[in-house]
T-cell receptor, first 113, second 114 residues
Framework: AQTVTQSQPEMSVQEAETVTLSCTYD???????LFWYKQPPSRQMILVIR??????QNATENRFSVNFQKAAKSFSLKISDSQLGDTAMYFC??????????FGTGTRLQVFP | NAGVTQTPKFQVLKTGQSMTLQCAQD?????MYWYRQDPGMGLRLIYY???????DKGEVPNGYNVSRLNKREFSLRLESAAPSQTSVYFC?????????????FGDGTRLSIL
Protein backbone atom coordinates (compact mmCIF):
# COMPACT_ATOMS: atom_id res chain seq x y z
CA ALA A 1 0.00 0.00 0.00
CA GLN A 2 1.13 3.51 -0.71
CA THR A 3 2.10 5.77 2.16
CA VAL A 4 2.98 9.44 2.40
CA THR A 5 5.13 10.77 5.23
CA GLN A 6 5.59 14.37 6.29
CA SER A 7 8.12 14.36 9.10
CA GLN A 8 7.87 18.05 10.02
CA PRO A 9 4.71 18.74 12.05
CA GLU A 10 5.54 22.45 12.28
CA MET A 11 7.84 24.88 10.52
CA SER A 12 8.39 28.61 10.78
CA VAL A 13 10.04 31.14 8.52
CA GLN A 14 10.54 34.86 8.44
CA GLU A 15 8.86 36.90 5.77
CA ALA A 16 10.88 37.10 2.51
CA GLU A 17 12.98 34.07 3.47
CA THR A 18 12.93 30.61 1.87
CA VAL A 19 11.57 27.46 3.49
CA THR A 20 11.50 23.82 2.40
CA LEU A 21 8.86 21.33 3.45
CA SER A 22 9.70 17.63 3.24
CA CYS A 23 7.66 14.74 1.95
CA THR A 24 8.55 11.12 1.30
CA TYR A 25 6.35 8.42 -0.12
CA ASP A 26 6.38 4.72 -0.72
CA UNK A 27 5.01 2.99 -3.79
CA UNK A 28 5.83 0.17 -6.17
CA UNK A 29 4.15 1.93 -9.10
CA UNK A 30 6.16 3.67 -11.79
CA UNK A 31 3.53 6.15 -13.00
CA UNK A 32 1.92 8.42 -10.47
CA UNK A 33 1.21 12.02 -9.52
CA LEU A 34 2.32 14.02 -6.51
CA PHE A 35 0.71 17.15 -5.16
CA TRP A 36 1.11 19.81 -2.54
CA TYR A 37 -2.12 21.28 -1.13
CA LYS A 38 -2.37 24.35 1.06
CA GLN A 39 -5.02 24.66 3.77
CA PRO A 40 -5.23 28.16 5.28
CA PRO A 41 -7.26 28.89 8.43
CA SER A 42 -10.31 29.27 6.19
CA ARG A 43 -10.11 25.48 5.82
CA GLN A 44 -10.16 25.46 2.01
CA MET A 45 -7.95 22.90 0.28
CA ILE A 46 -6.00 24.74 -2.40
CA LEU A 47 -3.79 23.00 -4.94
CA VAL A 48 -0.33 24.57 -4.88
CA ILE A 49 1.65 22.44 -7.31
CA ARG A 50 1.62 19.06 -9.05
CA UNK A 51 4.30 16.76 -10.42
CA UNK A 52 3.91 13.86 -12.83
CA UNK A 53 6.36 11.09 -12.04
CA UNK A 54 7.27 10.55 -15.70
CA UNK A 55 8.49 14.14 -15.98
CA UNK A 56 12.10 14.63 -14.94
CA GLN A 57 11.82 18.40 -14.75
CA ASN A 58 10.80 19.78 -11.37
CA ALA A 59 7.51 21.64 -11.36
CA THR A 60 7.45 25.37 -10.62
CA GLU A 61 4.56 27.73 -9.91
CA ASN A 62 5.72 31.28 -9.24
CA ARG A 63 7.33 31.26 -5.75
CA PHE A 64 6.63 27.55 -5.27
CA SER A 65 8.88 24.82 -6.63
CA VAL A 66 9.48 21.17 -5.91
CA ASN A 67 12.53 18.96 -5.66
CA PHE A 68 11.34 15.62 -7.00
CA GLN A 69 13.78 12.76 -6.40
CA LYS A 70 12.10 9.69 -7.89
CA ALA A 71 14.73 7.16 -6.85
CA ALA A 72 14.71 8.43 -3.29
CA LYS A 73 10.90 8.78 -3.32
CA SER A 74 11.18 12.32 -2.06
CA PHE A 75 9.03 15.30 -3.00
CA SER A 76 9.90 18.50 -1.14
CA LEU A 77 8.25 21.89 -1.55
CA LYS A 78 10.31 25.07 -1.59
CA ILE A 79 8.62 28.39 -0.92
CA SER A 80 10.72 31.39 -1.90
CA ASP A 81 10.18 34.96 -0.72
CA SER A 82 7.72 33.76 1.94
CA GLN A 83 4.68 35.93 2.53
CA LEU A 84 2.36 36.23 5.51
CA GLY A 85 -0.40 34.75 3.37
CA ASP A 86 1.61 31.54 3.05
CA THR A 87 0.78 30.72 6.68
CA ALA A 88 -1.21 27.49 6.44
CA MET A 89 -1.17 23.72 6.75
CA TYR A 90 0.56 22.07 3.80
CA PHE A 91 -0.32 18.55 2.73
CA CYS A 92 1.63 16.31 0.42
CA UNK A 93 -0.52 13.85 -1.56
CA UNK A 94 0.03 10.88 -3.85
CA UNK A 95 -2.16 9.52 -6.62
CA UNK A 96 -1.26 6.20 -8.24
CA UNK A 97 -3.11 4.12 -10.76
CA UNK A 98 -6.37 4.32 -8.82
CA UNK A 99 -8.45 7.46 -8.66
CA UNK A 100 -7.65 8.07 -4.99
CA UNK A 101 -5.45 10.51 -3.15
CA UNK A 102 -3.26 9.44 -0.24
CA PHE A 103 -2.42 12.35 2.05
CA GLY A 104 0.39 12.95 4.49
CA THR A 105 -0.35 14.23 7.98
CA GLY A 106 0.56 17.80 7.09
CA THR A 107 3.08 20.47 8.07
CA ARG A 108 1.90 23.63 9.79
CA LEU A 109 3.83 26.60 8.39
CA GLN A 110 3.94 29.90 10.23
CA VAL A 111 5.37 32.94 8.45
CA PHE A 112 6.56 35.68 10.81
CA PRO A 113 6.90 39.37 9.90
CA ASN B 1 -18.40 29.30 -10.91
CA ALA B 2 -19.36 27.59 -7.62
CA GLY B 3 -17.15 24.49 -8.00
CA VAL B 4 -17.90 22.04 -5.17
CA THR B 5 -20.62 23.07 -2.72
CA GLN B 6 -21.13 21.36 0.64
CA THR B 7 -24.03 21.81 3.02
CA PRO B 8 -24.24 22.40 5.88
CA LYS B 9 -21.03 24.14 6.95
CA PHE B 10 -21.49 23.33 10.64
CA GLN B 11 -23.62 20.83 12.51
CA VAL B 12 -23.93 19.55 16.06
CA LEU B 13 -25.57 16.18 16.64
CA LYS B 14 -26.35 14.02 19.60
CA THR B 15 -25.07 10.45 19.74
CA GLY B 16 -27.43 8.16 17.84
CA GLN B 17 -28.91 10.84 15.61
CA SER B 18 -28.75 10.52 11.83
CA MET B 19 -27.57 13.10 9.35
CA THR B 20 -26.89 13.48 5.63
CA LEU B 21 -24.14 15.71 4.34
CA GLN B 22 -24.80 17.06 0.88
CA CYS B 23 -22.30 17.73 -1.88
CA ALA B 24 -22.83 19.06 -5.40
CA GLN B 25 -20.39 20.00 -8.15
CA ASP B 26 -21.03 21.98 -11.31
CA UNK B 27 -17.85 21.09 -13.21
CA UNK B 28 -19.26 18.01 -14.99
CA UNK B 29 -16.78 15.80 -13.16
CA UNK B 30 -17.13 12.03 -13.24
CA UNK B 31 -15.53 11.22 -9.89
CA MET B 32 -16.56 12.39 -6.44
CA TYR B 33 -15.08 11.71 -3.00
CA TRP B 34 -15.76 12.07 0.70
CA TYR B 35 -12.89 12.60 3.15
CA ARG B 36 -12.66 13.21 6.84
CA GLN B 37 -9.95 15.31 8.45
CA ASP B 38 -8.90 14.76 12.04
CA PRO B 39 -6.10 16.54 13.93
CA GLY B 40 -2.74 14.98 13.15
CA MET B 41 -4.23 12.52 10.67
CA GLY B 42 -4.42 14.43 7.40
CA LEU B 43 -7.35 13.65 5.10
CA ARG B 44 -8.62 10.09 4.90
CA LEU B 45 -10.89 8.77 2.18
CA ILE B 46 -14.29 7.50 3.37
CA TYR B 47 -16.02 6.63 0.08
CA TYR B 48 -15.68 7.56 -3.52
CA UNK B 49 -17.69 7.32 -6.72
CA UNK B 50 -15.90 6.92 -10.02
CA UNK B 51 -19.06 7.53 -12.01
CA UNK B 52 -22.79 7.95 -11.64
CA UNK B 53 -24.29 4.79 -10.17
CA UNK B 54 -21.07 3.42 -8.68
CA UNK B 55 -19.58 3.77 -5.21
CA ASP B 56 -16.58 2.18 -3.48
CA LYS B 57 -15.18 2.09 0.01
CA GLY B 58 -12.14 4.09 0.92
CA GLU B 59 -9.85 3.82 3.93
CA VAL B 60 -12.41 4.52 6.70
CA PRO B 61 -15.94 3.58 5.51
CA ASN B 62 -17.37 2.10 8.73
CA GLY B 63 -20.37 3.98 10.07
CA TYR B 64 -21.09 5.76 6.79
CA ASN B 65 -23.21 5.27 3.69
CA VAL B 66 -23.15 7.21 0.43
CA SER B 67 -25.43 7.85 -2.50
CA ARG B 68 -24.43 9.10 -5.92
CA LEU B 69 -27.78 10.63 -6.76
CA ASN B 70 -26.74 11.83 -10.21
CA LYS B 71 -23.59 13.12 -11.85
CA ARG B 72 -23.66 16.34 -9.81
CA GLU B 73 -24.53 15.11 -6.34
CA PHE B 74 -22.86 12.77 -3.86
CA SER B 75 -24.24 12.54 -0.33
CA LEU B 76 -22.75 11.07 2.85
CA ARG B 77 -25.04 9.66 5.54
CA LEU B 78 -24.37 8.90 9.17
CA GLU B 79 -27.13 6.52 10.27
CA SER B 80 -26.32 6.54 13.98
CA ALA B 81 -23.76 9.21 14.82
CA ALA B 82 -20.99 8.42 17.30
CA PRO B 83 -18.56 10.80 19.05
CA SER B 84 -15.70 9.19 17.06
CA GLN B 85 -17.25 10.68 13.93
CA THR B 86 -16.63 14.21 15.14
CA SER B 87 -14.50 15.60 12.35
CA VAL B 88 -14.29 17.97 9.43
CA TYR B 89 -15.72 16.40 6.28
CA PHE B 90 -14.62 17.34 2.78
CA CYS B 91 -16.20 16.52 -0.52
CA UNK B 92 -14.09 16.61 -3.69
CA UNK B 93 -14.52 15.96 -7.38
CA UNK B 94 -12.33 15.33 -10.40
CA UNK B 95 -12.53 14.17 -13.95
CA UNK B 96 -11.29 10.72 -14.81
CA UNK B 97 -11.46 11.07 -18.58
CA UNK B 98 -8.67 12.42 -20.69
CA UNK B 99 -5.64 13.87 -18.95
CA UNK B 100 -5.83 13.57 -15.19
CA UNK B 101 -6.92 16.70 -13.40
CA UNK B 102 -6.42 17.26 -9.67
CA UNK B 103 -9.30 17.04 -7.27
CA UNK B 104 -11.30 20.16 -6.43
CA PHE B 105 -12.46 20.41 -2.83
CA GLY B 106 -15.48 21.92 -1.14
CA ASP B 107 -15.10 24.18 1.90
CA GLY B 108 -15.79 21.40 4.38
CA THR B 109 -18.43 20.60 7.01
CA ARG B 110 -17.48 20.75 10.67
CA LEU B 111 -19.48 18.06 12.45
CA SER B 112 -19.55 17.69 16.23
CA ILE B 113 -21.23 14.75 17.92
CA LEU B 114 -21.96 15.02 21.61
Amino acid sequence: AQTVTQSQPEMSVQEAETVTLSCTYDTSESNYYLFWYKQPPSRQMILVIRQEAYKQQNATENRFSVNFQKAAKSFSLKISDSQLGDTAMYFCAFRGNTDKLIFGTGTRLQVFP
Amino acid sequence: NAGVTQTPKFQVLKTGQSMTLQCAQDMNHNSMYWYRQDPGMGLRLIYYSASEGTTDKGEVPNGYNVSRLNKREFSLRLESAAPSQTSVYFCASSTSTGEYQPQHFGDGTRLSIL
